[in-house]
């Protein structure tokens, strides 16, 4: 155990830019890099770490505004370093991309106090289950027939994962007979015991939306992800009245009034979260809270290996985005990564979250 007075010593941020393997888009975006902002907190002789996939100036935000805040803090009391947080963010605003350097912050602080106390985090944070559901994410609008085909392929029937998403809503919903075909192609690679999810990035207007799940119902799509804006509570509504397949909104939410007002709303048949952007840990079992107040259960959006320890440990918990851009920059920086094969991915037991930061690997794409 840990002395009674171990202070947070220290907060570093850094910022790595990834290039894509190939040209990505979903619905009304296209990118081809990703950006992943570290953060490493000390106290005790132990080190944690935290991050969020964001604009690299997120890490002097973190070094300027944040750092200081959290200096001297217990290591222990992470409330008490979330709530300084808080503070330290009030005048620039809680929301938006201070949210995404907070929870990067509070994640790597929830990481060292689990080291310092020698507990694997789901431990820490209390395990309601071994092993958390993974779904294969990815199917953006920019691949072919055949690059759709062969990741689908490699998640459904090499590595056994049995839920699979592509991203639809072509050229800002523009393209429906592409984003039919496209659906139809998918149902063919994965067969009929797979689950298909699609995810529009908010791209249709409400009845578009509804349109396109009723063309192709005998694709049996069981999930479908902002079918039109997240910011649309009546159109989210609209749609999941409609459809047979549940509807999901919340990955950009910041705040937890946002959340409160989707369940409010009964927008949605699940609620997304995203621990790299809503807060971190501590505000991520919030939200689970106000999900389960509604009869809804919390999906993990992204940053999978940040995620995975906090999902063991919310009973209302369905599954975690295993997303393509994010699983290959985690399994190049870190060493502990998980393994999906058969659906799910089993928290480590090591300290902490169970990674270590590969530097020597990492310092090519360093940009802050």
Not at 14 to 38: H, I, K, M, Q, R
Not at 110 to 139: F, I, N
Not at 144 to 161: F, S
Request: glycine share 10%; aromatic share 8%.
């Amino acid at each position: 155990m840990p002395a009674a007075a171990t202070p947070v010593t220290a907060v570093r941020a850094s910022a790595y830019t990834v290039p894509t393997d190939a040209p990505e888009a979903d619905g009304t975006y296209s990118w081809n890099s990703t950006t992943l902002v570290l953060v490493e907190a000390d106290g005790g002789g132990t080190t944690g770490l935290g991050w969020t996939y964001a604009p690299a100036p997120v890490a002097a935000l973190v070094e300027d505004l944040l750092g200081p805040a959290v200096q001297d803090v217990e290591v222990l009391d992470v409330p008490a370093a979330a709530a300084a947080m808080a503070r330290a963010v009030r005048n620039p605003g809680r929301t938006g991309l201070a949210s995404y350097a907070v929870s990067a912050v509070d994640c790597a602080l929830w990481d060292l106090k689990a080291g310092l106390l020698e507990l694997p985090l789901h431990k820490l944070l209390g395990a309601v289950r071994d092993t958390v559901a993974v779904y294969g994410s990815g199917g953006f609008t920019t691949y072919t027939e055949h690059q759709l085909q062969a990741q689908l392929q490699g998640w459904a029937h090499g590595q056994g994962i049995p839920r699979v998403k592509i991203k639809i809503g072509q050229d800002g919903g523009t393209n429906v007979p592409r984003d039919l075909d496209r659906i139809r192609q998918a149902r063919a690679a994965v067969g009929p015991g797979t689950e298909l999810f699609v995810d529009a990035n908010g791209a249709y207007t409400a009845k578009q939306a509804i349109r396109v799940m009723h063309q192709v119902a005998e694709e049996n799509v069981t999930w479908f992800e902002e079918p039109v804006s997240s910011d649309d509570l009546p159109g989210l509504r609209a749609v999941r009245a409609a459809v047979d397949a549940d509807v999901a909104a919340g990955e950009y939410g910041t705040g937890l009034q946002y959340f409160w007002r989707m369940c409010s709303a009964e927008a949605v048949d699940c609620l997304q979260a995203d621990v790299s952007r809503c807060g971190g840990i501590s505000e991520w079992l919030r939200v689970a809270a106000v999900a389960a107040a509604h009869g809804l259960e919390l999906s993990g959006h992204c940053a999978p290996h940040l995620s995975a320890a906090v999902a063991a440990a919310t009973p209302n918990f369905r599954h975690l985005e295993w997303f393509h851009d994010h699983v290959r920059i985690e399994n190049l920086f870190f060493d502990g990564t998980l393994d999906p094969s058969g659906g799910s991915v089993r928290p480590a037991d090591a300290p902490g979250n169970g990674l270590a930061f590969r530097s020597t690997d990492a310092r090519q794409y360093r940009v802050q």
